[in-house]
């Protein structure tokens, strides 16, 4: 019988168990022995010391101390973890787990209008005639004794046919505002047809139509503002006549209940009374040739004015100054830093000396020097989703800034899949600040001394000295600095200078696309058998199970010892120390090419090609995010901007089998996901082509004898990965392994396909010759090897005789994307699935015959079963 195992008796049998622990979460010694009393009675007294206080409107909770004092370093607390999951598991966990979804929506200050009976209600608003609201829209004109009229039309499911039918420019001959919002518009034409004939229109909004996917050679925003120039907001966003309507709209004169005020004011403009203007996220590019309406003579009152999130890219920083210091009255600015107004607040506070506050910051405490602006300066990023979802995937939409991460692991190895995990209400309403008085780690309690009893939990302690009623708060990025890309990762949580970020990545597109491969160089004859002039068999010394079992050429005999052989092949590194160790030299032949890492690491082959050749059609758009988050941000941004779809998936550097892999189209969560390690973010394949309905990848073996002179050769066969679920882009299939990965060898059903059968069926279900698809293959094949070799010269090596594994998807164009490129150890197991192979016009199993066909081309120089690239 097992003895039982060991249980904390006392503090030193702690501080022993969790010595490592204790040292990593930077808790400070003195408070070890506060945080075992705490953790064996399990004492969770927070709710004495602070109180949740909602802010932002409610749409945020911030942490206030009430207790009169609070010294540094003086205590520690401990919180509970809400929630706990893997990632693929959440959506699953928030609709299955009672109450759970509820409890996370109030503390994420959710609102719950995406419940099944909101949903309902939503569906019955939608089912409303729409004719009758025009009614009383009409009526209510009637009542106001104007003949102006704001239509609210969001999401009501109108299609091209209803909107015809509604008539608006005849029933409405003065159309101020049209809100079409969520509808069913598909056709331009028929869109410009009917909103064309509103010339009174100030303002239209056509957010989530599908007629804002379709791609013209003129936008369509562009053919509504010639129908329609007096159009001053389009989409939310302002455009380029915006003038007094759209100023008075943002400060809150103009709604649906009073469109337009005109005949009451006989002439004076509606901007006289306005104190405070919110102009953020506009789009505004220049603000300055608006300078006669922007002044004290058209906007006397006005002393607050938020410039947040627009490019002003035509305007200069000269330019923008004389502007604002036509208001002599403004003393409230807020604008993006860096951004229009240079990267300096002390600059911007000179320039304007009647400012008493920037960016929410006191502008006296800017001069003197006691606060950054970054630290309040940036706008809190709130989710975005839909009157129709349901609470749990408002959830997922909202969850990111609240989580946290950690990683198990033992002595033996660590867990290949991160747990995330919600802070209770405590510890998640604690706000970010860059000089943060407050700091929390995650702590792993082994009750009984081993990780089988673990329970998680984070502790909380002041980091400076606390007084009452101030708010407490924690570095989100505690320990990250710039040179780990620290402004760029606050986008997480933060509306950050979207223009910064468009301009570094119209910079860095702009580069690459300047890139071209140099010319390839000649080959040369090489030799083509490495066989002994004593025609002895070539001793072969393997550690790889399948070589072991399947090389049975009477060319290559086994070795026990890697001194005796002629041939290493193996699964492990072998670099110069581990030659020297083993006694090995140039005779011997390598499985490996120095510097393979160009290209059997996810970054490093991303960024071989690109340096080569750009942006090639057959790579996606590929950032290495722990160098290229900016640019990253920047193209997501320029893509939203453009009405582009944003889908990405990120994996790690060198993990396979699609461990710690996502797909997502949140960039809060692309950035978090760097949290779990070094990744690249790929511009998902939104549209691939499919078989029987479902996604497959193709997975092609590459023999290289040299690469310098290239000399490499394609097997005559590929082996077919499917996934097992149909493919689709709904949201919440992001979560289903099965739908959107192949690799289903260690996760869910296996599911291979003979190779000729497959060609056959697709080329049958698609009308295309796969021969042609195969020929587009083999080319990106050879042009990602000559990228490696052009780029990476040292790869050359006479010693050296490798296989890699490609793995390729065909998009719906029938175009190749290359997915990897992986190391000769990962296509082992391919001896392990027979696939038919074509051979001039007799077809043969490779299978277990794998390593004979490999080892007769790399080291007889067999073409058999194998073609030249």
Same mark, same amino acid.
């Given at each position: ?67 009169? *004092? ?6 520690? &607390? ?13 959506? !699953? ?13 109030? #503390? ?14 939503? !569906? ?77 229109? =100030? ?34 966003? *302002? ?37 405070? +203007? ?23 009152? +006005? ?28 003393? #409230? ?13 002390? !600059? ?68 290949? %899949? ?19 008085? *407050?700091?929390?780690?995650?702590? #792993? ?30 570095? &989100? ?6 040179? =780990? ?92 120390? /581990? ?22 690491? =996810? ?46 998936? #990120? ?87 099965? %739908? ?9 059903? +296996? ?39 052009? /780029?990476?010269?040292? /790869? ?74």
């Amino acid at each position: 019988m097992a003895s039982p195992q060991p249980v904390l008796k006392n503090f030193e049998d702690f501080a022993s168990v969790h010595g490592t622990l204790l040292a990593a979460s930077g808790l400070p010694p003195a408070l070890y022995r506060q945080l075992f009393e705490k953790l064996s009675l399990e004492t969770f007294d927070g709710g004495s010391f602070f109180s949740i206080e909602p802010c932002e409107g409610g749409r945020l909770r911030c942490l206030v101390l009430t207790a009169e *004092f609070m010294a540094k370093e003086s205590c520690v &607390f401990l919180i509970d973890h809400a929630w706990t999951f893997r990632l693929l598991d959440a959506l !699953k966990q928030l609709r299955e787990v009672p109450g759970l979804a509820e409890r996370m929506a109030s #503390l994420m200050c959710v609102d719950s209008d995406g419940s099944l009976e909101s949903v309902e209600s939503e !569906k019955n608003r939608s089912e409303l005639d729409v004719m009758e609201i025009l009614g009383r829209e009409i009526e209510k004109g009637r009542e106001r004794g104007s003949d102006a009229v704001w239509l609210e039309l969001e999401e009501l499911c109108i299609n091209d046919e209803m909107l015809c039918s509604m008539n608006l420019c005849d029933r409405f001959s003065n159309l101020v505002a049209l809100n079409l919002w969520g509808n069913e518009l598909r056709d331009p034409e028929i869109l410009l047809q009917e909103v064309g004939r509103c010339k009174n229109l =100030k303002a239209l909004w056509l957010n989530d139509n599908p007629v804002l996917n379709e791609r013209h050679r003129t936008p369509l925003g562009d053919r509504i503002l010639a129908l329609i120039p007096g159009l001053e907001i389009y989409n939310s966003l *302002f455009t380029c006549n915006f003038g007094e309507w759209a100023l008075a709209y943002c400060g809150g004169i103009y709604s649906s209940d009073c469109p337009d005020d005109s005949p009451s004011r006989g002439g004076s403009s509606p901007l006289g009374a306005i104190t405070s +203007l919110d102009l953020s996220d506009r789009c505004i590019k220049r603000l300055s040739y608006k300078r006669e309406i922007i002044s004290d003579s058209v906007m006397p009152s +006005l002393s607050h004015l938020n410039l947040r999130g627009n490019p002003l890219n035509e305007d200069s920083e000269n330019d923008m100054i004389k502007c604002l210091q036509g208001l002599s009255n403004l003393k #409230l600015l807020e604008v993006d830093i860096p951004g229009p107004l240079g990267s300096s607040a002390m !600059k911007i506070i000179e320039a304007l000396p009647g400012l008493s506050s920037l960016n929410g910051v006191d502008t006296r405490d800017i001069l003197e020097n006691r606060k950054h602006v970054v630290d309040s300066g940036l706008q809190p990023r709130f989710p975005e989703w839909k009157a129709s979802d349901t609470l749990a995937e408002r959830v997922i939409a909202a969850m990111w800034p609240y989580l946290m991460t950690y990683r198990l692991a033992d002595m033996e190895k660590i867990d290949d %899949t991160p747990v995330w995990y919600v802070m209770d209400e405590l510890g998640s309403a604690l706000r970010h600040s860059d000089s943060a008085n *407050f700091r929390v780690a995650p702590f #792993l309690y082994m009750p009984n001394g081993n990780i089988a009893s673990s329970m998680s939990f984070s502790i909380l302690w002041p980091t400076q000295n606390v007084v009452q009623g101030e708010e407490c708060t924690r570095d &989100f990025l505690f320990g990250i600095g710039e040179e =780990k890309q620290r402004s760029a990762r606050l986008t997480a949580w933060f509306h950050t200078p979207e223009d910064y970020f468009i301009q570094e990545f119209l910079k860095y597109q702009e580069k690459l696309l300047s890139r071209k491969l140099p010319s390839p160089r000649e080959a040369s004859t090489m030799t083509t058998s490495a066989l002994l002039a004593d025609g002895r068999p070539l001793r072969v010394y393997t550690d790889i199970p399948q070589v072991e079992d399947y090389l049975r050429r009477p060319e290559f005999v086994l070795s026990t010892s890697p001194k005796d052989a002629d041939i290493i092949w193996t699964s492990r590194q072998v670099d110069e120390e /581990m030659k020297k160790a083993l006694g090995l030299g140039e005779h011997h032949y390598f499985n490996q090419f120095p510097f393979e890492a160009c290209l059997v690491m =996810k970054h490093h082959l991303a960024e071989t090609i690109q340096k080569a050749l750009g942006f090639p059609a057959w790579l996606q758009r590929t950032y290495n995010l722990e160098t290229q988050l900016t640019e990253l941000i920047g193209d997501y941004c320029h893509r939203k901007r453009e009405n582009l779809d944003n889908l990405w998936i #990120l994996k790690p550097w060198n993990m396979a089998r699609t461990i710690d892999t996502t797909v997502t189209s949140d960039l809060s969560a692309i950035i978090r996901l760097m949290e779990t390690g070094p990744k690249i973010c790929q511009k998902y394949i939104e549209q691939p082509a499919l078989f029987r309905g479902r996604k497959f990848d193709l997975r092609y073996i590459v023999l290289v004898r040299s690469m310098n002179p290239l000399e490499i050769f394609l097997l005559n066969v590929f082996w077919v990965r499917l996934a097992n679920n149909p493919y689709t882009l709904n949201k919440n299939s992001l979560f289903e392994y099965e %739908t959107h990965f192949t690799v289903m060898n260690y996760i869910g059903r +296996l599911h291979h396909m003979n190779a000729a059968d497959f060609s056959r069926e697709f080329e049958k279900e698609h009308q295309i010759r796969w021969l042609d698809i195969h020929e587009r293959i083999r080319k990106m094949i050879r042009s990602t090897f000559e990228s490696a070799s052009a /780029m990476h010269p040292g /790869m050359q090596s006479s010693s050296s005789r490798v296989i890699y594994g490609i793995d390729v998807m065909v998009d719906a164009n029938f175009n190749p994307k290359l997915l990897e490129v992986t190391y000769c150890p990962d296509c082992h197991r391919a001896c392990q699935h027979d696939s038919e192979a074509v051979v001039g016009s007799h077809s043969v199993l490779i299978g277990h015959d794998f390593f004979n066909v490999v080892f007769g081309c790399l080291f007889l120089g067999e073409v058999a079963h194998v073609s030249p690239l």
